[in-house]
């Protein structure tokens, strides 16, 4: 159970975009489509699975001292291997938009920081089911950046044009003109940003509801439902005067 929960964990919890906010750099340069974002995220998560199982494999054989040097060796063997097999079966037009950014997988932070906090530390086994589920979650959160900003700023998904929509020679959604600004960097800052937000609020709202659920029913209802004051006695005999409304003889 506790191996399955390295994988069910990762996407949300341990999510590398909006919740570890890692790797932000490759993720603003290639979301323009959600191709881009899709080769990039399968690229990066091929290399995170293979070098998570093999430093942790030789995890007890690499001096302390050195240990980082060594990751990024790892990951670079890796990220070479991936990038002629991109070169081999990917579009020409995915290769020459992921650009450099392929390469530079070997510095990024989602990757090295999973070898240095986890695969450095467990099994070959809790390490791939760590780097499946990170993986995952870098899938999910690029392509969600890459799905609004290729709709908004091109008008297209997936490479084909969403507008207009004509049934029966009839238009029912018009032509969408594009807002280009969406296609570059100031929209993926927008969008991220935004994104930001949202799940950040998400995230109070939830807490907010976990910490009214465990209060207990009887405090709850004394917050929600507080005493009325009591009322002031309609006769009777005044309040008795206190020292401080007494006069103050001058001798």
Same mark, same amino acid.
């Given at each position: 159970?506790?191996?399955?929960?390295?994988?069910?964990?990762? &996407?949300?919890?341990?999510? &590398?975009?909006?919740?570890?906010?890692?790797?932000?750099?490759?993720?603003?340069?290639?979301?323009?489509?959600?191709?881009?974002?899709?080769?990039? +995220? *399968?690229? *990066?998560?091929?290399?995170?699975?293979?070098?998570?199982?093999?430093?942790?494999?030789?995890?007890?054989?690499?001096?302390?001292?050195?240990?980082?040097?060594?990751?990024?060796?790892?990951? +670079?063997?890796?990220?070479?291997?991936?990038?002629?097999?991109?070169?081999?079966?990917?579009?020409? !037009?995915?290769?020459? *938009?992921?650009?450099?950014?392929?390469?530079?997988?070997?510095?990024?932070?989602?990757?090295?920081?999973?070898?240095? !906090?986890?695969?450095?530390?467990?099994?070959?086994?809790?390490?791939?089911?760590?780097?499946?589920?990170?993986?995952?979650?870098?899938?999910?959160?690029?392509?969600?950046?890459?799905?609004?900003?290729? #709709?908004?700023?091109?008008?297209?998904?997936?490479?084909?044009?969403?507008?207009?929509?004509?049934?029966?020679?009839?238009?029912?959604?018009?032509?969408?003109?594009?807002?280009? +600004?969406?296609?570059?960097?100031?929209?993926?800052?927008?969008?991220?940003?935004?994104?930001?937000?949202?799940?950040?609020?998400?995230?109070?709202?939830?807490?907010?509801? #976990?910490?009214?659920?465990?209060? &207990? *029913?009887?405090?709850?209802? !004394?917050?929600?439902?507080?005493?009325?004051?009591?009322?002031?006695?309609?006769?009777?005999?005044?309040?008795?005067?206190?020292?401080?409304?007494?006069?103050?003889?001058?001798?």
């Amino acid at each position: 159970m506790s191996l399955l929960r390295e994988f069910t964990d990762k &996407p949300l919890k341990h999510n &590398p975009i909006f919740v570890l906010v890692l790797g932000l750099c490759p993720t603003l340069a290639v979301s323009t489509s959600l191709k881009n974002g899709v080769a990039m +995220a *399968a690229a *990066a998560t091929a290399v995170l699975v293979c070098s998570n199982i093999l430093i942790s494999l030789i995890r007890r054989t690499i001096p302390n001292q050195i240990r980082i040097a060594s990751f990024i060796v790892v990951i +670079a063997g890796f990220v070479t291997m991936v990038e002629i097999i991109m070169k081999a079966i990917a579009p020409e !037009a995915i290769n020459k *938009a992921l650009g450099i950014f392929i390469p530079l997988i070997v510095v990024n932070c989602i990757i090295l920081g999973r070898a240095e !906090a986890f695969a450095s530390q467990n099994g070959w086994l809790a390490s791939l089911l760590d780097g499946l589920g990170v993986g995952v979650g870098y899938l999910l959160s690029i392509s969600l950046i890459s799905f609004i900003r290729e #709709v908004l700023g091109a008008g297209t998904l997936w490479g084909y044009r969403l507008t207009p929509v004509v049934i029966g020679g009839h238009t029912v959604v018009p032509d969408y003109q594009p807002m280009t +600004a969406f296609g570059m960097a100031p929209g993926a800052f927008l969008v991220i940003g935004l994104l930001f937000g949202f799940f950040y609020w998400i995230g109070n709202r939830r807490r907010q509801a #976990v910490r009214l659920a465990a209060t &207990p *029913a009887v405090a709850q209802v !004394a917050r929600d439902f507080p005493k009325p004051p009591k009322p002031k006695p309609e006769g009777g005999s005044p309040p008795a005067e206190t020292a401080s409304d007494k006069p103050v003889s001058p001798h």
